[in-house]
C-alpha cells in the first residue's frame, strides 16, 4: 500500500484546509484509515481515523468538532477538512493506513506540511 499526502500550506488562524491522501497498490476494503500529525518537538499525536468498508469515525479530543475526516471510496482517498485552524495546529500531517481490528498503523505516507499563522 502506498499512501501519498498533499494538500498542506499556510492559512491564517480560523481559515480551513483540506488534506487528501491518495492511496494505492491494493485493495483496501478491509483498511482502517487515519491522519496524525507531528509538530517540532513534539511526539506524533493521532488525529482521527475512519474504516475503509463502513462510515465509522473516531477523532482525538483536540480536533473533534473542526477536523472531519472522510473517504472516497471510488476514487481511493482519504481526506481530512480541518477548519477553524489554530496556530497549535502548525504541524507536518501524516496518513496511515492498517488493518481493521488491528492495533497497528502498517503504511504511512510522507506528510505534508500545515502551517497557520497567528
Known amino acids: 500500500v502506498q499512501l501519498q499526502a498533499s494538500g498542506g500550506g499556510l492559512v491564517q488562524a480560523g481559515g480551513s484546509l483540506r488534506l487528501s491522501c491518495n492511496v494505492s497498490?491494493?485493495?483496501?476494503?478491509?483498511?482502517?484509515m487515519a491522519w496524525f500529525r507531528q509538530a517540532p518537538g513534539k511526539e506524533r499525536e493521532f488525529l482521527a481515523n475512519?474504516?475503509?468498508?463502513?462510515?465509522?469515525?473516531y477523532y482525538a479530543n483536540s480536533v473533534a468538532g473542526r477536523f472531519t475526516i472522510s473517504r472516497d471510496n471510488a476514487k481511493n482517498i482519504v481526506y481530512l477538512q480541518m477548519s477553524s485552524l489554530k496556530p497549535e495546529d502548525t504541524a507536518v500531517y501524516y496518513c496511515?493506513?492498517?488493518?481493521?481490528?488491528?492495533?497497528?498503523?502498517?503504511?504511512w505516507g510522507q506528510g505534508t506540511q500545515v502551517t497557520v499563522s497567528s
Open positions: 475512519i474504516l475503509w468498508r463502513v462510515r465509522s469515525t
Open positions: 497498490g491494493r485493495t483496501i476494503s478491509n483498511y482502517k
Open positions: 496511515a493506513a492498517g488493518v481493521a481490528g488491528s492495533r497497528d498503523w502498517t503504511y
